[in-house]
């Protein structure tokens, strides 16, 4: 920077500004099932499957008791009944699109094709100033913010598009660094850093401000929601409507800093430091909050209701009858949350003599758990006595959720795990001339699930009412035009204790579950150069994971029956007296007689248990990795990588595409071992740049002008080839 005089800070004051702007838009075809006019109407008539067999279509208000099993018949003439027709599937299914193109079978499948365009737009900009005060002291300052704007395809007929589903995503970002360089000596170097970012995120559904009594559900849903647009409708095997549909303010706080100092003595490199972090979510999502219903073909299977088959039942005649599965939540996820952490460091490259060098290293890692600003979170006791056990006559009753600040617990939501040290050890060996042998192993601590979050199990302040059309599995009780009878779940806070969101499903994190995961990880290999600056490698690379997470947002149940308990098979749908009458108020378990199943369940007073992010999954991974490098000469330079691995887990929180990531059995861990979801076993990787011989002082064109050079010189073509499977 120089100002003539007033400032001249030649080679002393530096700065960068750049702005960057996206605008895409990205073409999709959208092909799916919707339900045909006659289908529309409940006449299943001439339904066939895609073999062309006849969809027989149950009436469950038939189903009866037939020695050990359950039977139903089924409608006259394959026909629903006009009478029979939920008003609110009647006025709902007006809102899907009609078939717009031939099937692709027999059974009608894919009769709709709908174009869209996906919006994204971004603007984003950088400024960042270096100063060098003097030769041992310098600084530098960067600020950026970004625009990032996900927008909604539009595929929909305007007149149908409010059921449409999707929301409005537009994400605010603002971040900054400092960076503060000291040379204290000529072999001692200090680096103090700052960092801080804070993403915006404000979602909301396209259909915001839809009245759901328009649809015929009941006043009360309306007059309860904290956001009003189009409820989610999914039935099996066709599209679904409302899909998508949330309002979202999210504010996500990271402030990062960092100590490093370098010492260079005789034969070492020593390097020692401090990091901090604080990171704090604000969290107010509003989703199932007019009500998000699910239909399968259970409610129309037949005539063994509890038998699945392909010739009976359809998801659209569960809908159309009003019998399903939903949920209607308040205060779905409304959190402020905050965490810290803190690392020591010291590492030394020992140069020990010309050709060995060993790798010393010792880290400390301290997570301070989350708390909330309000209490406003809870976790699962598994052990704890239940208030119910003596008036239900339940001896044994146990499980509760209890509170952040109550019952002997402190704020924080877990307590820390304060014995993470994490050892590391390398070496490099020079074998011959051009030829090096490496190898290392250490331990890794992966960021914790305990930290501030927006997911944290907030359930007394949040709650969820739930709609079972039938508690048994096969007698329909409860229907669509009036989901939650028996009024929605009150918002509680932590008044009840132990007694919070009985009778319902609760998600919430285990009480006590505050292991860090961490990674075993080692590593052999060598490396030789040959003539050419052609560099080849190879070795094995392993790791073994532990503590790692076993469940998601409700991906496991400790509520699922045990294998023996499932042997009991349609005794487990006989009705017996219900203990928790008049104790339960609301959802299924406030029925004077229940489903035998409800009281064989691990916690019986809960309708679900669903564990959040809990810990004890582990991992092995084992590879064979080979690299080639060709480096740059005569305008070339190549880098070939191969890796033949294994993984193998016993839960995969993500998944690719054809692969179950949930946890299928609670009760048998072992069984869950198998190669993972996120396995890739082979991989291969080739790319290139070579620089065109073109220009001035190259082969071609050595003396052309600087003008024409400036268009024609200096150009390079890159490619990049990749397999895996």
């Known amino acids: 920077v120089y100002i003539p005089k007033l400032y001249n800070g030649r080679n002393r004051t530096f700065f960068f500004a750049s702005f960057e702007g996206l605008r895409e838009r990205s ?6 099932t919707v339900p045909t006019e006659l289908v529309r109407n409940g006449d299943y008539s001439t339904t066939v499957n895609s073999a062309g067999a006849r969809v027989v279509i149950y009436d ?20 629903i009944p006009a009478a029979r027709i939920d008003p609110v599937a009647r006025n709902t299914i007006k809102y899907y699109p009609l078939p717009n193109r031939p099937p692709d079978n027999i059974g009608g499948t894919s009769n709709l094709a709908l174009p869209g365009t996906a919006p994204i737009n971004s603007d984003a900009f950088d400024i960042k100033g270096d100063e060098n005060i003097n030769d041992r002291n310098r600084f530098f300052v960067r600020v950026s913010h970004r625009n990032y704007d996900l927008g909604i395809e539009n595929r929909f007929p305007s007149d149908l598009a409010v059921a449409e589903g999707g929301s409005y995503q537009p994400q605010i970002s603002n971040n900054a660094a400092f960076d503060y360089t000291f040379n204290l000596r000529p072999t001692f170097l200090v680096d103090f850093r700052y960092g801080f970012g804070r993403m915006l995120l404000k979602f909301s559904p396209r259909s915001a401000g839809f009245d759901p009594t328009t649809l015929g559900l009941p006043s009360y849903i309306r007059d309860e929601a904290e956001g009003l647009y189009f409820p989610t409708f999914s039935p099996t095997g066709y599209l679904g409507l409302g899909a998508n549909s949330f309002y979202r303010r999210n504010a996500f706080e990271t402030h990062n800093w960092s100590l490093n100092n370098s010492k260079v003595a005789t034969g070492h490199l020593l390097k020692f430091g401090f990091e901090a972090r604080l990171v704090r979510v604000n969290n107010s999502e509003v989703s199932n909050a007019v009500g998000n219903f699910s239909f399968d073909r259970t409610a129309t299977q037949g005539p063994n209701p509890n038998q699945a088959s392909q010739v009976a039942g359809d998801g659209m005649a569960s809908f159309l009858l009003g019998l399903g599965s939903g949920t209607m939540t308040k205060c779905f996820k409304c959190v402020s949350t905050q965490s810290t952490y803190w690392a020591w460091y010291f590492a030394d490259d020992w140069k020990l003599t010309g050709k060995l060098t060993l790798n010393l290293g010792l880290r400390y890692d301290l997570e301070i758990p989350r708390h909330e600003r309000y209490n406003r979170v809870n976790v699962f006791d598994q052990f704890a006595p239940s208030p119910l056990a003596g008036p239900s006559g339940i001896g044994d009753l146990r499980g509760g959720l209890i509170f952040a600040g109550t019952s002997g617990m402190s704020a924080q939501q ?18 011959a001339k051009n030829t090096v042998l490496r190898g290392g192993a250490g331990i890794f601590y992966a960021p914790s699930l305990r930290a501030a979050g927006g997911t944290v199990g907030n359930f007394g302040y949040r709650s969820d009412t739930q709609l079972i059309s039938m508690p048994d599995g096969v007698t329909p009780t409860n229907y669509l035009r009036n989901p939650f009878p028996d009024g929605l779940t009150p918002v509680v806070g932590n008044t009840q204790g132990l007694l919070t969101a009985i009778g319902s499903s609760i998600s919430a994190s285990l009480r006590g579950d505050s292991v860090v995961p961490y990674t075993e990880n080692w590593s052999f290999n060598l490396q030789r150069q040959f003539p050419g600056n052609l560099l080849v490698e190879a070795g094995y690379v392993g790791s073994h994971g532990l503590h ?3 469940t998601g947002e409700g991906t496991a149940n400790l509520n699922q029956l045990t294998g023996d308990q499932l042997k009991l098979g349609t005794q487990l749908q006989q009705q017996v007296r219900n203990p928790f009458l008049g104790l339960i108020t609301a959802g299924p378990l406030a029925a004077a007689t229940i489903p035998q199943s409800f009281l064989l369940r691990l916690h019986p007073q809960f309708t679900t248990v669903n564990p959040l992010y809990m810990t004890g999954a582990s991992s092995i991974y084992h590879s064979f990795q080979a690299k080639l490098e060709k480096r740059f000469t005569n305008g070339l330079s190549l880098l070939v990588s191969y890796t033949d691995a294994k993984l193998i887990d016993d839960f995969s929180i993500i998944s690719n595409v054809g692969r179950n990531a949930n946890m299928q059995n609670l009760w048998d861990r072992k069984n869950e071992r198998a190669v993972s979801a996120n396995d890739i076993s082979q991989r291969f990787v080739g790319s290139f740049v070579y620089a065109l011989p073109i220009g001035r002082g190259r082969r071609v064109g050595g003396d052309m002008h600087r003008a024409v050079d400036a268009v024609l010189g200096g150009w390079q073509i890159n490619g990049i080839l990749a397999f895996q499977s």
């Open 60 to 79: 469950p208000a038939t189903t009866t008791r037939s020695g050990n099993a359950f039977v139903r018949t089924a409608f006259p003439g394959n026909v």
């Open 27 to 32: 073409q999709s075809n959208l092909t799916t």
């Open 414 to 431: 877990f307590p820390a795990d304060k014995n993470n040290l994490a050892p590391r050890f390398g070496f490099a060996y020079q074998v």
């Open 548 to 550: 790692l997470t076993q």
